[in-house]
């Protein structure tokens, strides 16, 4: 059983940053893609970005301003927010892919955290 656990979020005026990380544990993660993922409220949980080796995948609505980082030696994965909106407050959480595609389909990921709340001011 893998275990994941998120933490970072908070509370940040827009343009702000934050840093998001993911600690997963019970299993070497090298080779399964790790992802985030958010949830606003009301609305559909949505693809953020996703990472395995050197690859990376993110939704066109982050592109540029977020980036997603992993050290496998930790089995731990970033997530650098910069440049934030009041539209990326959601909840966001950490996955663990089947395999090593980064896909956007949160069916592809198996093992999901609780997730850490992001809220950004205007």
């Known amino acids: 059983q893998v275990q994941v656990v998120e933490s970072g979020g908070g509370l940040v005026q827009a343009g702000g940053s934050l840093r998001l990380s993911c600690a997963a544990s019970?299993?070497?993660?090298?080779?399964?893609?790790m992802g985030w993922f958010r949830q606003a409220p009301g609305k559909e949980r949505e693809f953020v970005a996703a990472?395995?080796?050197?690859?990376?995948n993110y939704a066109d609505s982050v592109k540029g301003r977020f980036t997603i980082s992993r050290d496998n030696a930790k089995n731990t994965v970033y997530l650098q927010m910069n440049g934030l909106k009041p539209e990326d407050t959601a909840v966001y959480y950490c996955?663990?892919?089947?395999?090593?595609?980064?896909?956007?389909?949160?069916?592809?990921?198996?093992?999901w955290g609780q997730g850490t709340q992001v809220t950004v001011s205007s």
């Open positions: 990472s395995i080796f050197i690859k990376t």
């Open positions: 019970g299993r070497a993660l090298i080779s399964y893609a």
């Open positions: 996955a663990v892919g089947r395999g090593p595609v980064t896909t956007g389909q949160a069916s592809e990921y198996v093992y």
